[in-house]
């Protein structure tokens, strides 16, 4: 099957979704993106930035996202995003998205920016009429750290 039009933007929505889900800390609704027995990958920073930690199933994502209880905030930016599929694969595509987060830290009164550059392997899974995550494997290219001045609680 060839991704038509409509299948990349609904990928491109559920992508969007995620990153927007997490930032408004929505974790329920972003465990919902995923198919009931997806793997998420995650790495393990600063000593990891492969993916080296499997969460599975919805309790799974839940789990790894439990990791973001002691940051202020986050932001998360995409920046690519390719999808493609087999010939021959019907519902199912794979997505390579690359993208920017911002973690902010408060700590003794100084508050720290860790900025991920981070990519997104993933595997898509048609379910009824709409797109899930079927596996995501988080990578971090680099990790810069700044000062700021100022964030929104």
Same mark, same amino acid.
Request: charged share 25%; proline share 3%; aromatic share 6%.
């Given at each position: 099957?060839?991704?038509?039009?409509?299948?990349?933007?609904?990928?491109?929505?559920?992508?969007?979704?995620?990153?927007?889900?997490?930032?408004?800390?929505?974790?329920?609704?972003?465990?919902?993106?995923?198919?009931?027995?997806?793997?998420?990958?995650?790495?393990?920073?600063?000593?990891?930035?492969?993916?080296?930690?499997? #969460?599975?199933?919805?309790?799974?994502?839940?789990?790894?996202?439990?990791?973001?209880?002691?940051?202020?905030?986050?932001?998360?930016?995409?920046?690519?995003?390719?999808?493609?599929?087999?010939?021959?694969?019907?519902?199912?595509?794979?997505?390579?998205?690359?993208?920017?987060?911002?973690?902010?830290?408060?700590?003794?009164?100084?508050?720290?920016? #860790?900025?991920?550059?981070?990519?997104?392997?993933?595997?898509?899974?048609?379910?009824?009429?709409?797109?899930?995550?079927?596996?995501?494997?988080?990578?971090?290219?680099?990790?810069?750290?700044?000062?700021?001045?100022?964030?929104?609680?």
């Amino acid at each position: 099957m060839t991704l038509t039009s409509a299948d990349r933007l609904d990928l491109s929505g559920l992508v969007h979704r995620y990153a927007g889900y997490v930032d408004a800390r929505r974790f329920g609704d972003l465990a919902e993106l995923f198919t009931v027995d997806a793997e998420l990958v995650t790495p393990k920073p600063p000593e990891h930035l492969e993916p080296c930690v499997r #969460h599975n199933g919805h309790a799974g994502v839940l789990d790894a996202m439990a990791g973001l209880a002691g940051i202020t905030r986050t932001h998360h930016g995409i920046l690519g995003e390719i999808y493609t599929s087999e010939n021959d694969a019907t519902d199912t595509a794979t997505g390579d998205i690359t993208g920017v987060a911002h973690h902010w830290i408060e700590a003794d009164g100084t508050v720290t920016d #860790h900025i991920w550059h981070l990519r997104y392997r993933d595997v898509y899974q048609r379910v009824g009429p709409a797109w899930r995550i079927a596996a995501r494997a988080l990578t971090i290219d680099a990790i810069e750290t700044r000062t700021t001045r100022q964030v929104r609680s």
